[in-house]
């Protein structure tokens, strides 16, 4: 179905017109053409830039009393520009396999643990075959044991700030021009109080997307198979950031192409 409603213009020789399409329509389309009119103006080529990627959500209980707070609600403003979300029905037993069933082209776990099992095998299976993985921080994938990670972790992360703590937030550090996020402004009014920290293996330098002030990896990826998994190292509320609220993730969802 269609609205069109003339412009302003009084010749009436423009006009816009919505189409509601399922996403699977409009993911296959190629060109668009206004019948009756030869001429090259009534013809639109589709590139993949038109295309509408399906995200599936995942993460941990939610409360329910405060749901402008959880997680999900963060990624799910976060990923709306680019992309239609989606996430399990509530009380799901295996909310990852009832999202795969739908072909999602990204999965995000907000602080999810995988143990072995269906679930895992699925996520593994997903990303060798193209899909892309994004994860985000916090106490239970600190000391998970699963391998859907860019990099190896130590456990516990670490706290910044805070009582117990010498240490003081810290900042973002400029992207390097290597990063798909190079030329992004790196606002100084992002904080990180809390991380998870990579261990520091051979290649972890190039699989680091952007880093703190101090040096350590803040985002870091790795292409597994025909896929890709992306890690932020902080969680997906303001529990551990700001980061979640600066606009900045919003920004680097769409230069990642994710």
Wanted: with cysteine; proline share 7%.
């Amino acid at each position: 179905s269609s609205d069109v409603c003339s412009s302003d213009l009084g010749d009436k020789l423009r006009a816009t017109a919505t189409f509601d399409l399922p996403i699977e329509v409009r993911n296959d389309a190629t060109l668009l053409r206004i019948e009756g009119e030869n001429s090259a103006g009534a013809v639109a080529l589709l590139d993949s830039q038109s295309t509408v990627k399906r995200v599936a959500l995942i993460g941990g209980a939610a409360d329910e009393t405060q749901p402008l707070l959880s997680p999900l609600h963060y990624l799910e403003k976060a990923f709306a520009p680019f992309a239609q979300t989606r996430q399990a029905r509530p009380g799901a037993a295996e909310p990852a396999l009832e999202l795969l069933s739908e072909h999602p082209n990204v999965v995000v776990l907000a602080d999810v643990s995988l143990p072995p099992g269906e679930s895992l095998d699925a996520l593994s299976k997903f990303v060798d075959e193209g899909g892309a993985l994004v994860r985000f921080a916090g106490p239970r994938l600190a000391n998970a044991a699963d391998d859907l990670l860019p990099t190896r972790l130590r456990r516990n992360g670490r706290v910044l700030g805070g009582a117990m703590s010498w240490e003081t937030p810290k900042a973002l550090a400029d992207f390097d021009a290597t990063s798909p996020f190079a030329g992004l402004p790196a606002s100084k009014d992002v904080s990180v109080q809390r991380q998870v920290l990579a261990e520091p293996d051979p290649g972890l330098a190039a699989k680091t997307w952007a880093r703190l002030d101090d040096g350590t990896p803040l985002v870091t990826a790795e292409r597994r198979g025909k896929g890709m998994i992306v890690l932020f190292h902080v969680n997906a509320d303001t529990s551990w950031s700001n980061l979640p609220i600066s606009g900045l993730v919003v920004d680097k969802i769409g230069r990642a192409h994710v």
